[in-house]
């Protein structure tokens, strides 16, 4: 599976972003997605999750209606809208497959259990 993201940027806060995360190999539509960040010097962090399907999503408490993530199995690829970005949204953004558990029944924070990363996305949000 490879993973590109995309959609990253400087935007001033209040402002939107769209992120983008293209998938190829494995069939997409049999896997959950993740989004996490990393902010310089913090430990890598969940931001949000969508199941195989997309009926489930799952998301951290501090980005809750904000950001939103959807899918598109017909084009392989998953979103994270982010609204009314704040400053200490800046990071670097991941995507990443959980390819390991096909058809899995409910969705997973954990870093480890995602076996399939993008190379990652700035986002700075300004003050």
């Known amino acids: 599976v490879q993973l590109q993201a995309s959609g990253g940027g400087l935007v001033q806060a209040g402002g939107s972003l769209r992120l983008s995360c293209a998938a190829s190999?494995?069939?997409?539509?049999?896997?959950?997605m993740g989004w996490f960040r990393q902010a310089p010097g913090k430990e890598r962090e969940f931001v949000a999750a969508?199941?195989?399907?997309?009926?489930?999503?799952s998301s951290t408490d501090s980005v809750k209606g904000r950001f939103t993530t959807s899918r598109d199995n017909a084009k392989n690829t998953v979103y994270l809208q982010m609204n009314s970005l704040k400053p200490e949204d800046t990071a670097v953004y991941y995507c990443?497959?959980?390819?390991?558990?096909?058809?899995?029944?409910?969705?997973?924070?954990?870093?480890?259990?995602?076996?399939?990363w993008g190379q990652g996305t700035q986002v700075t949000v300004s003050s």
């Open positions: 990443a497959a959980d390819t390991s558990n096909p058809f899995r029944q409910g969705l997973t924070r954990l870093s480890d259990e995602y076996d399939y």
């Open positions: 190999g494995r069939t997409f539509s049999s896997y959950a």
């Open positions: 969508i199941s195989w399907s997309g009926r489930s999503i």
